[in-house]
């Protein structure tokens, strides 16, 4: 294990989830719409750290969520709870394709003033380039 000193990674801090689900056809969009209005009210009331939470309706009769929580446990707390348990199996059972990440934000621009969580400022990694930056 590599001491990465001030860079190294918090279960403290905020992660963003980004779910995609690809439904063989149009009629179970409806629902996983209506499942999604439900499980965001529910997270808003029982799970402290639920930020914010957005959905987006594309062609092909896919739906894509997005996520922003103040750590890790919070998200963790969501994907327990006995609703979004339920709506995982509908999902399944209406034959949807899920594609999910899980991303950690690993800092913020020199610009950002706070906002969720205290996260240090973004640096490039080490190593890049920087003629091919600016191409």
Known sequence: MSDLGSNALSPEEPVCVITRIEFP??????GALLRFR???RLGLR???GLVETHVR???GA???FFSLW???LALIQFTTLTAHVKAVRWMIDKRGRVWSG???LTGTSSMSKPWVGTIRHWEPLAGIDERAVRR
């Open 25 to 30: 056809s149009w009629l179970p969009v409806l």
């Open 38 to 40: 439900r499980l965001r």
């Open 46 to 48: 029982t799970v402290p």
């Open 57 to 59: 309706v594309r062609r």
């Open 62 to 64: 896919t739906v894509l």
């Open 70 to 72: 103040e750590n890790e």
């Open 102 to 104: 899980v991303f950690r």
